[in-house]
């Protein structure tokens, strides 16, 4: 378990939202690591409460699918599989290219000098090696074309998805070789809209989650393959 892993206390917050908070954002972002084992004992030690918030915690992320139940084994971190990735991207495909579809009729001058910065704070961001900014930077340049929209539904329908997303998309970012072609993807989205072309806006969204899906499945698939092979 990531020695970094601290609590984030919120003052308007009960101590169980606070908890269950920590832990969601830590399975996110990677710090909790599929198939890792959730302690109860480990994790009150770990962020100083009660054994009773992290198990109400568990429970509720259980209820997500983030964590599942194994028997005479306890809570573990779930496992990101093919299935649960390819049954939320199918969904993201259509709305992100319904989204730059809509933005190619709707997006004003200001959101799209917004949506150009965005690209280029991407790209800064990708040069270096921190995660979570390069995750962040992905996030506001995605929710800028949805704003952009101006349909509320299907801002409601993305943030839907958004947080279970994320987990996916900060799998995809860690692998720094992906880089470049994720700024060339949002270069050709971005010029895409800004010509009001939505076919080719479309085809560029749709090649965007294609190509996270491709490498998640193979780092998957890697991940199955090592642990079989520690297996005795």
């Known amino acids: 378990m990531d020695e970094q892993l601290q609590i984030d206390m919120d003052e308007f917050l009960p101590l169980r939202d606070v908890v269950f908070n920590t832990l969601r954002r830590a399975i996110l972002t990677g710090q909790l690591k599929p198939g890792e084992r959730l302690m109860e004992v ?59 579809e809509l933005a190619c009729d709707r997006i004003t001058e ?43 539904r299907l801002a409601q329908l993305v943030n839907n998805l958004s947080e279970q997303m994320y987990r996916y998309r900060f799998v995809y970012i860690k692998e720094e070789s992906k880089h470049d072609m994720l700024v060339a993807e949002h270069r050709e989205i971005y010029e895409s809209i800004a010509s009001r072309d939505k076919e080719r806006a479309a085809r560029a969204a749709k090649l965007h989650i294609d190509n996270q899906e491709k490498s998640i499945i193979r780092q998957i698939r890697l991940e199955n393959e090592s642990r079989l092979n520690k297996q005795p």
């Open 42 to 100: 480990h994790l009150a030690n770990k962020l100083g409460v009660s054994r009773t918030p992290i198990r109400e915690a568990i429970r509720k992320l259980e209820l997500e699918g983030l964590v599942i139940m194994i028997p005479r084994r306890g809570a573990e971190v779930a496992r990101i599989t093919e299935k649960s990735l390819k049954d939320v991207l199918e969904v993201r495909r259509a709305l992100d290219a319904l989204s730059v």
């Open 110 to 152: 200001e959101d799209m000098k917004r949506l150009l910065q965005a690209c280029q704070d991407f790209e800064k961001a990708a040069k270096g090696k921190d995660a979570s900014v390069i995750a962040k930077a992905d996030v506001a340049l995605h929710d800028i074309i949805v704003e952009a929209t101006g349909n509320q």
